[in-house]
């Protein structure tokens, strides 16, 4: 059974920061790529960033610039810091891991007032 734990979501202020923590557990072989997906009600999931296991990076437009994602294949954690938070930033943030198929967290609110 494998599991996607998240953690670090939050009410913070427009220009404030968050950081996005999410551990897997489990049995899973190999863990090829890690990423961050958002979705607002009435729209369809986005990816926000992922991580190859060489490293190779991968953002949305929207976030460039703002927010950094790493991962530490020992913990089998993969981190979001999110900076300069926008309002349009609001919204679900799920995990995804890829290891022969997909794997998705339960999602972690992101709250950004103006």
């Known amino acids: 059974q494998v599991q996607l734990v998240e953690s670090g979501g939050g009410l913070v202020q427009a220009g404030g920061s968050l950081r996005l923590s999410c551990v897997v557990s489990?049995?899973?072989?190999?863990?090829?790529?890690m990423g961050w997906y958002r979705q607002t009600p009435g729209k369809q999931r986005e990816l926000v960033a992922d991580?190859?296991?060489?490293?190779?990076?991968n953002y949305a437009d929207s976030v460039k610039g703002r927010f950094t994602i790493s991962r530490d294949n020992a913990k089998n954690t993969v981190y979001l810091q999110m900076n300069s938070l926008k309002p349009e930033d609001t919204s679900v943030y799920y995990c995804?891991?890829?290891?022969?198929?997909?794997?998705w967290g339960q999602g972690t609110q992101v709250t950004v007032s103006s």
């Open positions: 489990g049995s899973i072989f190999s863990i090829n790529t």
């Open positions: 995804n891991v890829y290891s022969q198929r997909n794997y």
């Open positions: 991580i190859t296991s060489g490293g190779r990076k």
